[in-house]
């Protein structure tokens, strides 16, 4: 059985930053694209960032690109996102879904597992 539990949501102001952690277990890590989707009230959900298993590559959406770094620790089976100068915009659940073994993950509909997300809410 494969679990993904997002944590680290907060309220945060403008500006402000936030690392959320996603622990895995169950299932396979180290090789799989791993990701960062977000879902804001009443929108589809959307990409955020993506790495690949080894670490190796990461891609960002262009909102998150130059505040977000993902990273991830294949020992812990954990994986982060950093997130600076953070926008009202940025307000949503935060998914880490799982996805195959190969791919950019560049796309919602690229990952299999999810887990229930985390809360961040940015304040103006």
């Known amino acids: 059985q494969v679990q993904l539990v997002e944590s680290g949501g907060g309220l945060v102001q403008a500006g402000g930053s936030l690392r959320l952690s996603c622990a895995a277990s169950?299932?396979?890590?180290?090789?799989?694209?791993m990701g960062w989707c977000r879902q804001a009230l009443g929108k589809e959900r959307e990409f955020v960032a993506s790495?690949?298993?080894?670490?190796?590559?990461?891609l960002y959406a262009d909102s998150a690109k130059g505040r977000f770094t993902i990273s991830r620790d294949n020992a812990k089976s954990t994986m982060y996102l950093q997130m600076n100068s953070l926008k009202p915009e940025d307000t949503a659940i935060y998914y880490c879904?799982?996805?195959?073994?190969?791919?950019?993950?560049?796309?919602?509909?690229?990952?299999?597992?999810w887990g229930q997300g985390t809360q961040v809410t940015v304040s103006s």
């Open positions: 879904p799982k996805g195959g073994l190969g791919g950019a993950g560049r796309y919602v509909r690229d990952y299999r597992y």
């Open positions: 169950g299932g396979t890590f180290s090789t799989n694209t």
């Open positions: 790495i690949s298993g080894s670490g190796a590559s990461t």
